[in-house]
C-alpha cells in the first residue's frame, strides 16, 4: 500500500493511520492529518523535477518515481542544502512509513541547521502521532518550536504540541501552544484558523495561562541563559538514573523539577550557540536533545 506524502503532514497508509485510534484524539484529526499530508512540500531547486517525480508516484508509477529523486540525489553534495532537500523528497515519496522515518531522522541529525530540519521533525511528529508515541512526537514538536522558531512548519509544530500536551492532560501547556499557533497564522488562512479555535475551545476554562515557550520576553542579563535537555520523565528515579549515566561520560547533568516533569539537563550556557553545539556533539553519540532555557535559580 503506497504511502501518502504532504507539505505538513506525515507519511502514513491506511494501516498506520488505523494505528492512531490508540491515541483517541487522533480519531477526530485523522481528515486533517490526511488533507495536510495531500498539499506537495516547498522546496528550492529543482522544483519541476521533483514535482514530476511526485506525480508518477501519485499516478501509480512509484517505481520510475523514486528512481528520479534517487538520481537527484546522487547528484548532491554530502553537507549541503540541496542534500537535505532530496533526502526530504525521497521520504516523502517512500514506498513505507521506516523508510521515510529514515531520511527524516538523517535530515533532522546531520542536516539540523539547514530549511528542511524543521519540516523533517514536524512529519516525524505527525507519523509518532499516527502510531501513538505521544512522549516521541512532542519531544520532537518541543524541538521544532524551540529550534526553528521561523521555519514555515513552527505553526502546524505549536498546532499539534497543542493537541498532544491536552491529550497528556497538560491543559495550561496545551492552550499556551495553540496561543503561539494562532499568533502564527496568516490573516486570510481561514481554514488552519479554524482548526485551531476548535481545538482552543476548551481553553476558556483555563483561567491562567503559562507563558508560551517562544516567549520574546529576555531572561535576566547576568547568569546562564540556556541548558541542554535530554529527557523528562514523571518518575525522579528515571530521571536520576539517566542523569548518572550521563555524569559517568563526563556530563555536567541535572534533573531538575518543573512541574510535572523531572528534566535531565546538560549544563548551563551564556549563549544559546554553546547549547546547540553541544546538542550536535550529543546527536553524533546518538543521544536526541534540545535546547531550552536555562530555569531560574535562586542568587
Not at 22 to 37: H, N, S, Y
Request: hydrophobic fraction near 40%.
Amino acid at each position: 500500500m503506497r504511502a501518502v506524502a504532504g507539505e505538513t503532514g506525515g507519511v502514513m497508509d491506511a494501516r498506520t493511520a488505523a494505528v492512531a485510534l490508540g491515541l483517541g484524539f487522533v480519531t477526530a484529526w485523522a481528515p486533517v492529518l490526511t488533507l495536510v499530508a495531500q498539499q506537495p512540500p516547498l522546496d528550492t531547486v529543482p522544483d519541476s523535477v521533483y514535482r514530476r517525480a511526485q506525480r508518477l508516484v501519485d499516478e501509480g508509477d512509484g517505481v520510475r518515481g523514486r528512481a528520479l529523486v534517487d538520481s537527484l540525489l546522487r547528484a548532491t553534495r554530502e553537507g549541503t542544502a540541496e542534500r537535505a532537500n532530496a533526502l526530504f523528497w525521497r521520504a516523502t515519496l517512500a514506498a513505507d512509513t521506516p523508510a521515510a522515518q529514515r531520511d527524516y531522522i538523517l535530515i533532522t541529525v546531520d542536516y539540523s541547521l539547514t530549511p528542511r530540519a524543521g519540516d523533517a521533525l514536524l512529519r516525524l511528529a505527525q507519523i509518532d502521532m499516527t502510531l501513538g508515541n505521544r512522549p516521541s512526537a512532542r519531544q520532537r514538536l518541543e524541538r521544532l518550536v524551540l529550534e526553528h522558531p521561523t521555519s514555515p512548519a513552527a505553526s502546524e509544530g505549536w498546532f499539534f504540541l497543542g493537541i498532544v500536551r491536552r491529550a497528556e492532560n497538560d491543559l495550561p501547556g496545551g492552550c499556551a501552544a495553540l496561543d503561539s499557533a494562532r499568533a502564527r497564522l496568516a490573516a486570510g488562512d481561514v481554514e488552519r484558523r479554524n482548526r485551531v479555535e476548535f481545538e482552543a475551545q476548551r481553553c476558556r476554562s483555563v483561567i491562567a495561562r503559562p507563558p508560551a515557550p517562544d516567549s520574546t520576553k529576555p531572561p535576566p542579563a547576568s547568569g546562564p541563559q540556556w541548558s541542554v535537555q535530554v529527557a523528562a520523565y514523571r518518575a525522579q528515579a528515571e530521571g536520576e538514573t539517566l542523569a548518572r549515566s550521563l555524569r559517568a561520560r563526563g556530563y555536567d547533568a541535572r534533573v531538575v523539577l518543573l512541574e510535572p516533569y523531572y528534566r535531565v539537563r546538560i549544563g548551563a550556557f551564556a549563549t544559546r550557540q554553546e547549547a546547540v553545539s553541544l546538542v550536535n556533539r550529543l546527536r553524533q553519540q546518538r543521544i536526541e536533545a534540545m535546547v531550552v532555557e536555562a530555569e531560574r535559580r535562586e542568587p
